[in-house]
């Protein structure tokens, strides 16, 4: 079985500057893929940035990047240059490509950014 | 892009009595969905796998009995919370990948049940 943890059950940024949030996991596998998710206060859950484990080159999108060690299992999500919206709950997720879709998600770290 | 609708959003009803709610895929078919329990300030926990035309496969510590899930078709899931008592008030969430085999998905708004 998987597990996801994440360490910082609160953060806190000012606004334009960056933070970077923790997450890691355990497995025995090799074939996998890696979330971080977005949950504002409307409790939607938005994807944010996913890596494929097979990839070394660490993801990116926009404002967001991720930081992967696979051999220290580590998956920490920077967030550059804040913006209020950014405020939410951030969930790192865990997807084993052999067990069918299954998305086993950290405890959640909520993010505050500050004016 | 991939959009799944869930409803009601929010439901009160009284102690003892059923409440369904329903996962749809508005623009593509989905033979597997998700369904997963949030309770306040805490993480996602999957509750079970809906697969269409089968039985649904439940997480371990979740009664089979007590969530009903029923994947009618390639784009309607239900999950039925029967004899709802207080303690099942929580946020029901459900997914879906929006292609068979797809590693991303996609998540409904969630419905809010709150039992009395």
């Known amino acids: 079985a998987q597990t996801v943890t994440q360490s910082q059950p609160e953060m806190s940024v000012q606004e334009a500057e960056t933070v970077t949030l923790s997450c890691t996991y355990d497995t025995s596998e090799n074939n996998y893929y890696l979330f971080w998710y977005k949950q504002p206060p409307s409790r939607q859950m938005i994807l944010v940035i996913r890596q494929e484990a097979y990839k070394q080159q660490n993801a990116t999108e926009n404002r967001f990047s991720v930081n992967f060690q696979k051999a220290a299992k580590s998956f920490s999500l920077k967030i550059s240059d804040s913006q209020l919206g950014d405020t939410a709950m951030y969930f790192c997720a865990f997807m084993n490509n052999n067990a069918g879709n299954m998305l086993t998600f950290g405890g959640g770290t909520r993010l505050m950014v500050k004016p | 892009g991939a959009v799944v609708s869930q409803h009601p959003s929010w439901v009160i009803c009284k102690s003892g009595t059923s409440v369904k709610i329903e996962c749809r895929s508005l623009?593509?078919?989905?033979?597997?969905m998700f369904w997963y329990r949030q309770f306040p300030k805490q993480s996602l926990m999957l509750m079970a796998t809906?697969?269409?035309?089968?039985?649904?496969?439940?997480e371990q510590g979740v009664e089979k009995d007590k969530f009903l899930i029923n994947h009618a078709s390639l784009t309607l899931s239900t999950l039925t919370v029967t004899s709802a008592h207080p303690e099942d008030s929580s946020f029901y969430i459900c997914?879906?990948?929006?292609?068979?085999?797809?590693?991303?998905?996609?998540f409904g708004a969630g419905s809010r049940l709150t039992v009395l």
């Open positions: 809906s697969n269409e035309g089968s039985k649904a496969t439940y």
């Open positions: 997914s879906a990948p929006d292609r068979v085999g797809a590693n991303v998905l996609t």
């Open positions: 623009d593509f078919q989905a033979t597997t």
